[in-house]
């Protein structure tokens, strides 16, 4: 089941207040461990076994804008290295997650900023986020969530970390436009056992130029994450930013889902509430191609 969430309802509160990550402020929902993610077999005092192999998949064509950039990077410097993601690692029975960060644009732009590194405390964590913002910020053309979701796939079979979960975190302002269907690359990871997780980013007004989208969290819900326990937060205001890779960071590292999760109007029968081709139908009407 997915469930979709608004930044400005989703607080962490019991971990703000230095407690456990089990609760969350009101008004939102309240989260509880996923009882019902994909577990796979870990050797017990295996030093390579991690509680989830993370995948952060960062969106950097032209529609996000360099101030939207710089915000995305210091959000997730920031998270890895605050108390609260800090206590939600510890949490884990093994106590340590293993991450990798790559940006994508095109079906063939993808780049590796952060190969595969263990978080198990606070070193690992400001090595991390020491590298990510150390990277030059770039940006490029087109927007392929399929050619993301593709390169992060094989990412696992090369991770020397044995992770009882593995996610692919998908961030992202608009539909894809370029390569495969997002379903077709969607389907395939869920096949595998991958749960997928998304970060639309909606905080400008939809714009031709751009090739935004009304409702893109509609299509993120719809047509990009799935797996048991997945998730859409949505970021529509540019102040939330930073908050919402928080709190995603945290949702993914406790493998939490809500307790009351939100009825998805598309279900498998249904039409989606967004085509999942909008992207590639923006894309061919505009340039003819």
């Known amino acids: 089941m997915r469930m979709l969430f608004s930044i400005g309802a989703v607080l962490v509160a019991g971990v703000l207040a230095g407690g456990d990550v089990a609760g969350i402020a009101a008004p939102g929902p309240k989260f509880e461990p996923a009882r019902n993610q994909p577990q796979r077999q870990a050797a017990d005092g295996d030093a390579q076994s991690v ?8 969106d ?21 290295q605050s108390k609260e993601f800090l206590q939600a690692l510890k949490a884990g029975p093994n106590g340590r997650i293993a991450v990798t960060y790559f940006e994508w644009a095109a079906s063939t732009d993808q780049k590796i900023i952060i190969p ?3 978080i198990d405390g606070p070193e690992t964590a400001d090595a991390v986020a020491t590298e990510i913002l150390k990277t030059p910020i770039r940006r490029a053309s ?6 993301a979701i593709t390169f992060a796939m094989p990412l696992f079979d090369e991770d020397p970390y044995h992770g009882l979960r593995r996610v692919i975190d998908i961030s992202g302002d608009g539909p894809n436009n370029n390569g495969s269907p997002v379903t077709l690359a969607r389907d395939a ?4 056992g ?7 980013i909606m905080v400008k007004e939809p714009s031709y130029s751009t090739m935004d989208i009304d409702n893109l969290d509609y299509y993120y819900e719809d047509c990009v994450v799935g797996g048991p326990g997945s998730f859409v937060i949505t970021i529509k205001d540019r102040d939330k930013f930073k908050e919402a890779i928080r709190t995603k960071l945290l949702m993914e590292v406790a493998g ?31 340039w003819g191609r």
């Open 51 to 58: 509680d989830v192999e993370l995948i952060l998949a960062v």
């Open 194 to 200: 991958i749960v997928i997780n998304g970060l639309p």
């Open 256 to 286: 939490r889902t809500p307790e009351r999760p939100v009825v998805r109007v598309a279900d498998k029968d249904k039409e989606p509430r967004v085509s999942c081709t909008i992207g590639e139908k923006i894309w061919s009407d505009r």
């Open 116 to 118: 595969w590194r263990l």
């Open 60 to 80: 950097v064509s032209y529609s996000m804008d360099m101030d939207e950039l710089a915000i995305q990077r210091e959000g997730y410097a920031q998270a890895i």
């Open 189 to 192: 990871a869920l096949e595998k």
């Open 142 to 147: 087109r927007t392929s969530i399929s050619g």
